[in-house]
């Protein structure tokens, strides 16, 4: 999650404070119901790949972006043949690789902020990407991140993401009495932060990135909502 060494930072914090409601803020706050989190990750791949008409065989390498403690991740290892999970918090990924210790066949990596490296091109063939992309203050680096995808997906291979496409709800709100609740620990932090509030995309441009990338948006879903879906593809050979 992120877009520079500094989202790194405020991630690395947030994970810290509480790991399993900034995955999912759907969670109560320090009261996770963890069998419920994973569950949900279950719930965003299937609705991912139904909304945008995309099925999985289960011999795929896969590629979850934004992994955070590996909901997803724990969700796709079973239906494919071997999960690369990035993300820019190093807090985040080493709670991950707690959480799913039972897990083979995951790579877990360090993302720098603004690209997928370490991931090699043309290695992999699905990109799944959850509450990931709105959290990024500068829509300018989701764009370099779209033009990533084309970079290492395999030629026939897509990705399934989500941004926001809503301006609205990244508008700056003041919450008076929240600050000092935080302040005392009884409600999250950040909340104010551009790294959390993040920056909606405009489609058309995200379309030109993905071109720039040797990839296509070939269906959206949810347009002008902050749950805006993606369906990027790799022409095949």
């Known amino acids: 999650m992120g ?37 949900e990750g279950e719930r965003v791949v299937d609705v991912l790949l139904g909304h945008l008409g995309l ?8 590629l979850d972006i934004g992994c955070g403690l590996g909901r997803l991740t724990r969700a796709l290892r079973p239906r494919v043949a071997h999960v690369h ?19 083979d066949g995951v790579t877990w ?4 902020g603004t690209t997928l490296q370490p991931v090699a091109d043309a290695s992999v063939d699905a990109i799944l990407s959850h ?5 990024i203050p500068d ?39 929240g600050r000092l609740r935080a302040l005392l620990g009884r409600a999250p932090k950040g909340q104010e932060d551009p790294r959390w509030r993040g920056s909606a995309v405009d489609l058309d441009r995200l379309r030109a990135a993905a071109r720039e990338g040797d990839a296509e948006v070939a269906r959206t879903w949810g347009e002008g909502t902050q749950f805006c ?9």
């Open 3 to 39: 877009s520079s060494p500094d989202m790194g930072a405020f991630w690395d914090e947030r994970a810290r404070e509480d790991a399993f409601f900034f995955v999912d803020d759907t969670q109560s706050y320090r009261a996770v119901d963890e069998a419920r989190f994973w569950a």
């Open 55 to 62: 099925a999985l065989r289960g011999d795929e390498v896969a």
């Open 85 to 103: 999970a990035i993300d820019v918090s190093a807090e985040m990924l080493r709670r991950a690789q707690q959480a799913n210790a039972h897990l």
């Open 109 to 112: 990596h360090l993302g720098d």
């Open 131 to 135: 509450v990931v992309f709105q959290h």
């Open 139 to 177: 829509p300018e680096v989701t764009y370099g991140y779209v033009r990533e995808m084309g970079r290492v997906l395999r030629p026939g291979g897509w990705a399934a993401f989500q941004v926001s496409d809503d301006p609205a709800v990244h508008a700056r709100e003041h919450r008076g009495g």
């Open 229 to 237: 879906l993606v369906r990027l593809e790799k022409p095949g050979p």
